[in-house]
């Protein structure tokens, strides 16, 4: 209730500000990322941080980040993305047809055509997925379930199992081999997609809207938003990083196959979940996502440096992820009061 | 502006779902700088008649008039756009945005616009905000705490403050008490006097009759879908729920010559 308000002195209100540092969202995380780093470079100083280490580490964290950028506006909205793993295994088959082989009589395309369609394509599929979600009312849960299926069977029958292998000077590979100034193409265009995205959500009209759809669809609604379309948007840019993501791990193998990126949705939700991220919609930040990311792609790494046996890598991942979701819930539940 | 004129004058309204006629044939007038009181049991066709004026029902007859110009009203955004605005009876407000972004939702404020960019303009709607909670003398610390962290109270101010940032005139309260304690309920109708005096005019549907008595000019009371009561609060209290609820459960009734339907 509106209970009388006591004046705050200006030393508890600087208390208070510190306190909020210690409590803003990402603070926490990233002291988990730094505490990570410390450990496996105290473990393993003469490896941990070389550069090439360093680079295999910036290629995993584009790789989830990108997805995890995707999934995150999905769920923000109360929605959820399934399909994201199956479709990085069928963009990269599809560009590397497109480049290599061709469709039907269409001869082999060039490589920036064939990137543009597969990215357009991927963002068709999304379109696809927002369409049976705010009309046709399918849960996004079902319908990017489908999709997860059918993807993945796509990619196996247009290859028959087989990879479409690029040859090796082939100058699409630079997309996810290359590097600029020793830094990973692919963790560059992480930073221009991280920048963009966490720009629309925090300062244009369009994320503040993202926010609202999941927080409360009716009120959004009755606001005049144009619910649709907002979470359409979402799908959309969960295809397209799917699609980009494909066209990158395609890149990085330096063929298309199509048993790539399984399970991927899943690591992507895990990093937004590690980031803070609340599955039931309305919270989640970018910098969060990645920071989630950061720290799977930093444990995934560690624990092969360290030596861990890869069966004991799971049980491990497994379990920061419930300790990261208990200890965010917690946190949560104490700043509401 | 000519006085005489009314504010809003809704005629021969009628609506009806399927077998159920919710309103037949309701005259109502609300005149400028007005507070009107809406009574009726439920399912008197209180809800029906102010989704109609705000938009997100279509009537199925019956004419709409603005300061005396006929208008249409298809949705919402019509509505709106004529200075109607309507506080629903769940606040729809956004519990996972502050103060601010949830009285500027879906018109915010923009910096500038590139295609489909458009930058939020944060400072503005902020001061905004700040300017429209302390014209209400609304009690909040701070415009950018979460709606979430805020009492039933300061909800509800904030989502009457919100109909208030649309320069909008005639401002439509479905049940704004309903869900409020006492202290609260009192905040709520100091906030409709102090709109009243800031020149609106407000249509306020209530089951709880002290709440019309105490805010309200004049109260209309349906009944089955019909008008059966419309005249000025002058009694007292006791005077008055004795009155309206014997309007209310058809003890009474000054249009029963008026066909039935």
Redesign the interface.
Known sequence: ??EM?PVPSPVKIRIQQLRNIFRFREFSIAFAFLGLCLFFWWQRPEAFLKLANLKVIMRFVATFGLLAIGEILVIITDGIDLSVGSMTALTGVFAATLMMKGVGPIPPLGILPSILIVLVFSGLVGRWHGFCVTKLQIPSFIITLGTWLVARGMAKYITRGYPIVFPLDFPFLELGQGEVFQIPVMFVILVIVAVLAAF?LR???????I??V???I???R????NVDRVRSFCYVSSGVMAGLVGLLLASRLGQGTPTVGSTYELWAIAATVIGGTSLRG??GTITGAILGAAIMGVMFNGMVIVNMSPYVQETVLGTVLVVAVTYDMWRRRRS?F | MDDTIARVEMRDIRKRFGAIQALCGVNLILKRGEVLGLAGDNAAGKSTLMKVLSG?LLPDGGQIFIDGRQIKLGN??DS?SMGIE?V?QD???????NVA?NMF????H?LFRLG?????N?RTMAQESLRLIDNLRI?I?SVNLKV??L?G??RQAVAIGRVTAFDSSIIIMDEPTAAL?V??VE?VLALIHQLKSQGCSIIISSHRLEDIHQVSDRVIVLRHGRKVCDRPIIDDIHTFRECVVAYMIGAKDDYSLSEEC
């Open positions: 209730m509106d308000k629309i300062s244009t009209t369009l994320g503040r809207h926010y609202a999941g927080g409360n009716e009120a959004a009755v606001a005049g938003i309305g919270e509401t | 997100a919402p955004e709106r309507m629903y606040f729809a407000l956004v519990d996972n945005l972004a939702l879906g018109r915010e923009v489909p960019v458009r930058l939020l944060k009690d610390d979430k962290h009492s109270g300061q304690n202290v609260a905040k």
